[in-house]
């Protein structure tokens, strides 16, 4: 601190004249003055604080069997190959599972964690199923379209029924097992209702029911049809045009789920070359030989290898020919195909064609690919010869994803061909899993005709995405009151945050206990938020936490309003904002919405903000009008402004919620449909409301009449009962004359006594 000459000298003279100081002490006192004065001051030593560890991302990988640290092999950037669908049907919520899953953990990564993602996705669209389902659909409508006389119909009937009677007793799965007999009782039910028609020689009733019969057969008269004439199906076009197909449906599909779509997608048709020459590449390595026209992995010698590890997913079924069957596809474990192996655990990388299957050249001849090298060859070829990330359902485990890692590994000679494997859990419908196969699915459209993708999304978040899942009305019903219970907070926060300007002096609110209370309640839950989607993207305890996060906030917002104080719309804002932040990661809400679900058949993202406006004038013209008819006592224009608060308000979306008297009207953007909804709910309660009024006038009027009844009168009247009676009118003997019994006779006299004292009661209140 440097002091100006004259400042220094008085104060120097100060020194001078004071008491009871030498004159030794005053020079030195004087002389550190001028030194302390003089010398230039410096900061003092400054250290960071003590912060406290952040958690890092962990995944459970499916290959240690727990949750791992997730480290990129290539700093931000994650190279992520996903199973896609094999397309010869219609996709359903089995499916819905993995891929909203992957969807949600996909936007996690990109939009919470900031990562680079490289989303890559295959479509299986040569595989033994389409094969087999393009040829049964080709026979089926041929069988159809010749129409066949009603005796040959009724003679191929015997013989789907006996063909499917042999698939019940050949096979050894119960749930297909099942499945088999539940089909086999509703063939022989329609056959036995189109034997009959044949006997009534009715032929509409015979039409009709011939129909009938060949919809419900549709699939054991394409499975006999297809046994007996699928070699000779030669029209190559029904293998591309089926897979075509129910590709462009899973599409729709996915959009309507707002799944986004890969970066990549791969379709197997458009491999076959570099199928071929990753084929020879693996032979070339010693894992693989040819047999029969067909190439098959050698699952023994690559076990073998120092470095390499076969079955790392499931070790447990290393040696499980059911699975390895499965695997393989129905159109390649006949006896011929499985004896052209060395050992039964080997599976096919290319398969030699049969007659009534695509085909392609190869150095083998003429086959097409296995199903195992589909997805190995396309993810290698995109991402190089390590994934960051691989996912697919919990199903694929075994055989699939591990015949796919020993065939990568195979070729590129490395031991780490994916590092994190992730895998979803199993879709049940009342605890049996959903599954094509076995005709227990409900497709996606099915769903959302029931529920919306929003819907279907948050049932998802509320699970673990690595768990089973079921699906229920239950569970939907919990995502349903979630997304009402969130909508309704977010409303509520838009109504009052609601302001004509920008920024203005009203904006800012000085903060009290309660608002720092609140503040601190939102830094912790933002804090467990990030603690969850750390630990394996745990969504269930964010949805968890987001819930209490509201119901702390709703509790403020109650306790600022019964106190009459206006709650800190800023705060409020700010929890509402990093709320649909997080929804907006997870994919339930698109748009720009700053705050809150986007309006339900909303074309522009900005509708709110263009006629709230003009609801607030509306809204606060209706309000003057209700006070003045108040005070002119005019009930007409009352019901008016009721009736455009319940009636044609809700027709265009807006719910305007009246409040006490002072306060503006709350007004929300909800959606028509869902206010329609509301509005017929409320109808249906006041309904029931009114039934219940007249039912219990009703039963208040006949307990009156019941009350008039002289009690020597009571039983007189049921002859159909009793047919003597005492002089008080008591019954003595029933209907047919016999005696009635002593311990009849003492119910009867209680309840003659208990009319006599409502008799008497009821005299002595009209009396009055």
């Not at 004249?17 to 006192?29: A, E, H, M, Q, Y």
């Not at 608060?645 to 305007?656: I, M, Y």
């Amino acid at each position: 601190m440097i002091f100006k000459p004259a400042f220094r000298s008085r104060i120097l003279e100060s020194f001078a004249t004071v008491p009871g100081v030498n004159r030794l002490n005053k020079i030195s006192l004087i002389l550190s003055f001028k030194k302390s004065t003089m010398a230039k001051r410096t900061q003092p030593a400054w250290s960071p604080p003590q912060g406290a560890s952040e958690p890092q991302l962990k995944l459970f990988n499916s290959l240690t069997r727990q949750k791992e640290l997730f480290v990129p092999q290539n700093g931000r950037k994650v190279l992520w190959y996903s199973c896609g669908p094999t397309v010869y049907d219609a996709s359903h919520m089995g499916h819905a599972r993995s891929y909203i899953s992957f969807d949600i953990m996909r936007r996690v990564l990109t939009d919470y964690f900031n990562y680079d993602v490289m989303y890559v996705m295959n479509i299986t669209d040569i595989d033994d199923k389409i094969i087999k389902r393009a040829r049964q659909n080709y026979l089926y409508d041929q069988y159809v379209n010749k129409g066949h006389s009603l005796n040959k119909i009724l003679e191929d009937a015997d013989s789907v029924v006996d063909a499917l009677l042999d698939n019940i007793n050949g096979t050894d799965d119960q749930d297909k097992k099942t499945m088999l007999k539940g089909m086999m009782v509703k063939i022989s039910e329609v056959l036995k209702e189109l034997k009959a028609a044949f006997l009534s020689n009715n032929e509409t009733v015979i039409n009709e029911k011939q129909a009938a019969f060949l919809a419900e057969a549709k699939d054991a008269i394409s499975n006999w049809l297809d046994k007996k004439f699928g070699a000779t199906v030669k029209d190559n076009s029904i293998f591309s045009e089926l897979p075509r197909y129910w590709e462009a449906e899973y599409h729709r599909d996915m959009d309507a789920l707002n799944v986004q779509p890969p970066h990549v997608l791969t379709r197997v048709s458009e491999y076959v070359p570099e199928i071929i020459e990753y084929t020879k590449k693996v032979m070339e390595n010693g894992f693989a030989y040819e047999s029969n026209g067909s190439v098959y992995f050698d699952v023994q010698a690559f076990d073998r290898q120092k470095g390499h590890h076969y079955a790392k997913l499931v070790p447990e079924a290393f040696g499980d020919e059911k699975s390895l069957q499965e695997g393989e596809g129905d159109l390649s474990i006949s006896k011929d195909k499985l004896q052209e192996k060395r050992a039964p655990v080997d599976f096919a990388l290319w398969k030699s064609s049969k007659p009534g299957e695509p085909s392609w050249e190869s150095p083998w001849g003429l086959g097409r690919p296995g199903w195992h090298i589909e997805c190995s060859v396309m993810a290698s070829a995109i991402c190089g010869e390590s994934l960051d990330i691989h996912t697919g359902g919990v199903d694929l485990k075994f055989p699939h994803h591990d015949n796919e890692l020993a065939q990568a590994e195979a070729y590129f000679n490395n031991d780490n061909w994916v590092r994190y494997f992730l895998h979803s859990g199993h879709l049940t419908i009342a605890g049996c899993k959903m599954s094509k196969s076995l005709k227990n699915f409900i497709t996606i459209r099915e769903a959302l005709s029931r529920n919306t993708a929003r819907q279907l999304r948050l049932a998802f978040l509320l699970h673990s995405w690595k768990d089973t899942l079921d699906y229920s009305a239950s569970t939907m019903e919990q995502a349903t009151q979630f997304e009402k219970y969130l909508g309704e907070f977010f409303l509520n926060v838009k109504d009052m945050t609601r302001s004509s300007g920008g920024t203005t002096l009203d904006t800012f609110d000085k903060w009290g206990a309660a608002e720092l209370e609140l503040n601190n309640r939102f830094g912790v839950a933002k804090s467990t938020i990030h603690n969850a989607l750390c630990d394996n993207i745990d969504t269930r305890s964010v949805i968890e936490e987001i819930r209490e996060m509201v119901n702390v906030s709703n509790n403020y917002i109650r306790s600022k309003k019964a106190s009459q104080d206006q709650p800190n719309r800023l705060l409020l804002k700010n929890v509402a904002e990093y709320i649909t932040r997080i929804m907006k990661v997870f994919g339930v809400i698109s748009g720009d919405n700053l705050i809150g679900f986007p309006i339900s058949g909303s074309g522009a993202s900005n509708t709110e903000e263009l006629v709230m406006p003009y609801l607030q004038i509306l809204a606060e013209f209706r309000e003057n009008v209700r006070t003045e008819a108040r005070t002119l006592k005019a009930v007409a224009i009352l019901k008016e402004c009721d009736r455009l608060r319940d009636d044609a308000l809700p027709n265009v979306g807006v719910r305007l919620e009246d409040k006490e008297a002072g306060h503006p009207a709350g007004i929300k953007l909800v959606g028509k449909e869902e206010l329609l909804r509301e509005k017929e709910l409320k109808r249906k309660q006041e309904e029931a409301k009114q039934l219940e009024k007249e039912r219990k006038k009703a039963e208040q009027a006949a307990l009156l009449e019941q009350r008039k009844i002289k009690p020597s009168e009571m039983f007189l009247k049921e002859s159909d009962k009793y047919s003597q009676f005492d002089d008080k009118g008591i019954p003595t003997h029933d209907k047919e004359g016999k005696e009635i019994s002593k311990g009849q006779q003492k119910k009867l006299l209680k309840l003659y006594q208990a009319q006599e004292k409502k008799y008497n009661d009821y005299l002595k209140e009209s009396e009055k």
